[in-house]
């Protein structure tokens, strides 16, 4: 039942993207994150929605006469060369069959990315994006948070098994990279139905402070430091960085003195990591990564760290197979020292993007643009700490982030050139209002 209910609202969703390619690109965002069709029993779980969705959306960038504006935009040179750079890697791959399945949906994730810039040409449509997000991802927020503290922080916090958010370690990834973006909900609210933008705004805390409880109930210590990052970096580029500081200290507080003793055990070998078997194995995996760039200059492929053939000749006797544990040796391992100074460059460059946002909305005074672009920042940074732990480097919302910027930038430089970007309908006004100054 549960399954035919998904394949009804699917279904359902496919005539509005071919009016709307804008549906398709929110549709794909809601299936990618909260992957509505793994969360039930059934024929479901196998069926190829995503790929409905974005045959639909391609149909629709094609037929519709909804105005659509061509990405052309300085960000797309280092993504097309990264892209490139693993499509070769691929085509020379140790292991053709390992690499192809994530090599196909890491193009996925850049079609999205690049689909963004396509049909989000105002605030109206950014903000759509970035709901969609937020709620898709929020779903399991929401979720952990209750159950964390419903039982007391005394179990872990887990995904929809058998996708990408299933270990628990990724998920707390995602989460924390969520809360930046209920943090622009709440000071640019919008009016969804019957639901007011003071409700809207006070919802979005509500979902903060829930994201947060189930990245610590997540017992990850790598989300516990991501979201630490992300704390941090939100303090510091807030305007109002003492009010937030003490609203975030007291929220830490409470939730620290809520987790049982045996979180806080857990927690505590972030100090000795040295002497954690989980540690070692990891550098482990580093070195590993290193030596596979030494010998294989134009990298091995994806899925580097499986091929097991391969790694017979570097990892010692009784040395067990393990992921990456890290986006930097991830892509090391699987794309070379070239593939890595790309990959390194792209995000880098996407976070300047933003800056150079930020200098150009806070001279057109368009404070919403000035706040999602210092959200993708810090989005940016609790991605490099985080994922410095974690085999995430191919995570759809870290190639959407690169869409949004670009797309933030081309609204900006429309406005700059004389061009306002297009109105919000007008059955939702509340975006229309302007703000004063830029807060964060």
Not at 6 to 12: A, F, N
Not at 320 to 341: C, N, P, Q, T, W
Request: glycine fraction near 8%.
């Amino acid at each position: 039942m549960s399954s035919l209910f998904v394949l009804l609202v699917v279904l359902g969703v496919l005539p509005l993207i071919l009016m709307r390619p804008l549906v398709g690109v929110l549709a794909w965002a809601w299936l990618s994150y909260m992957t509505p069709h793994k969360l039930v029993y059934g024929f479901a779980t196998t069926m190829p929605f995503l790929d409905l969705v974005a045959i639909c959306t391609a149909i629709a960038l094609i037929l519709n006469r909804d105005r659509k504006q061509a990405p052309i935009h300085a960000l797309l040179v280092p993504l097309a060369i990264y892209v490139v750079w693993f499509s070769l890697t691929t085509a020379l791959s140790q292991s053709f069959e390992l690499s192809i399945e994530k090599y196909t949906n890491s193009l996925k994730a850049v079609l999205l990315a690049l689909l963004v810039p396509v049909v989000t040409y105002s605030r109206f449509r950014m903000t759509a994006v970035v709901l969609s997000i937020a709620g898709s991802l929020g779903y399991f927020g929401l979720k952990g948070g209750l159950f964390t503290l419903a039982t007391g922080g005394q179990f872990q916090v887990l995904g929809a098994p058998g996708t990408f958010l299933g270990d628990r370690n990724d998920l707390a990834l995602a989460l924390a990279m969520t809360i930046p973006l209920w943090r622009f909900v709440q000071l640019h609210p919008v009016r969804m139905g019957f639901i007011s933008p003071k409700l809207m705004s006070l919802f979005a805390v509500f979902m903060m402070v829930m994201t947060a409880v189930a990245v610590v109930g997540s017992q990850s210590r790598g989300g516990f430091l991501t979201l630490g990052a992300l704390s941090l970096w939100l303090i510091l580029l807030s305007r109002r960085r003492i009010l937030l500081l003490v609203t975030v200290g007291a929220l830490g507080a409470a939730i620290l003195n809520f987790m049982p003793d045996t979180w806080h055990s857990r927690m505590e070998t972030i100090e000795s990591y040295d002497q954690d078997a989980s540690a070692r194995s990891r550098m482990q995996m580093w070195r590993y990564g290193i030596e596979l760039a030494d010998d294989y200059p134009l990298g091995i492929g994806f899925r580097a760290y499986r091929m097991r053939n391969v790694a017979a000749d570097y990892l010692p006797e009784g040395i067990k197979m393990r992921a990456s544990h890290s986006i930097y040796f991830e892509v090391l391992g699987e794309h070379g020292y070239i593939g890595l100074f790309l990959y390194l460059f792209m995000n880098a460059a996407t976070y300047f993007t933003c800056s150079e946002v930020k200098r150009q909305a806070r001279q057109l005074r368009m404070t919403w643009a000035y706040d999602l672009a210092t959200m993708v920042q810090i989005m940016l940074v609790s991605f490099a700490v985080g994922g410095a732990l974690l085999e995430v480097a191919s995570f759809d919302l870290a190639y959407q982030l690169i869409g949004i910027a670009m797309a933030l930038h081309l609204i900006v430089r429309q406005r700059l050139a004389g061009q306002p970007a297009t109105a919000a309908p007008p059955a939702l006004p509340d975006l229309k209002s302007p703000v004063a100054t830029p807060t964060a």
